[in-house]
């Protein structure tokens, strides 16, 4: 049985990706701040709110120790704060996006590396903010170039493991809904052309994600893809 390890499974893409795993026959391992009542008695679970970055690492050592192989690492777990601009954005907003989006994901592949387990394959849930810089982003896009960068590093450490950050398009999650969707259309553009854009349900783009994680590793890893581009 194929074996992977998911983080943020409470909502959106994360529950929807989980759902899509079990399907497909794999033993789930979640690393989350909520167990959806839903997965009960279904997956290994365990709770963590990765703001807590000194607590990651023993989480992840109780959900796996004594794991040799991982098949897939799916690093889900992500945080946007309302659009706003940079200049209105406070530092320790932005540290906590970088927190969760980048340092989080960190702790988890040095865990990987130290407990020598073997990872066939690490997508970590990137955005297109990461690379287009549209104003009211924030540290959010910051937080995703860096994620970026921090996979493409590691795929140059972990040479047996294939990596690459993506951006899953446009998806209905509660996240996107609060926080985009409800923003000012005429202060923040990208707010206009996301509402007028096609979107996914977090069961298809889980569906779709899955789909083509053979085609992903035909890009080099390390690699930044944009699922809309593929």
């Known amino acids: 049985m194929k074996k992977a390890f998911i983080t943020g499974i409470g909502s959106g893409l994360g529950k929807a990706f989980v759902n ?10 979640a690393l989350s701040r909520h ?21 990651v690492y023993k989480s992840v050592d109780s959900l796996l120790r004594g794991e040799r192989v991982i098949d897939l690492v799916f690093l889900n777990a ?18 906590r996006m ?46 995703k170039a860096a994620l970026n960068m921090l996979i493409k590093l590691y795929s140059r ?13 446009l998806i209905l999650t509660p996240m996107l809904q609060d926080f985009v969707l409800s923003a000012d259309e005429k202060k923040f553009p990208s707010v206009k052309r996301i509402k007028n854009s096609p979107k996914m349900t977090p069961e298809e783009a889980a569906e779709k994600i899955f ?20």
């Open 20 to 29: 899509v795993l079990l399907k497909n026959g794999y033993s789930v391992y």
């Open 35 to 55: 167990l959806p009542d839903e997965f009960n008695g279904k997956i290994k679970f365990e709770k963590v709110d990765l703001l807590s970055l000194e607590n």
């Open 78 to 95: 992500g945080m946007l704060t309302p659009l706003k601009d940079i200049h209105d954005t406070p530092i320790y907003e932005m540290n």
């Open 98 to 143: 970088m927190d969760i989006n980048v340092w989080a994901n960190k702790v988890i592949l040095d865990y990987f590396i130290d407990n020598r387990i073997y990872v066939d394959q690490v997508v970590a849930v990137s955005s297109g903010a990461s690379v287009n810089g549209n104003r009211g982003w924030h540290g959010y896009s910051i937080s």
């Open 157 to 169: 450490e972990m040479t047996q493991t294939h990596l690459v950050a993506l951006a899953p398009g």
């Open 211 to 230: 789909s083509l994680l053979p085609h992903l590793k035909s890009f080099e890893s390390g690699s930044y893809v944009d699922i809309r581009k593929i």
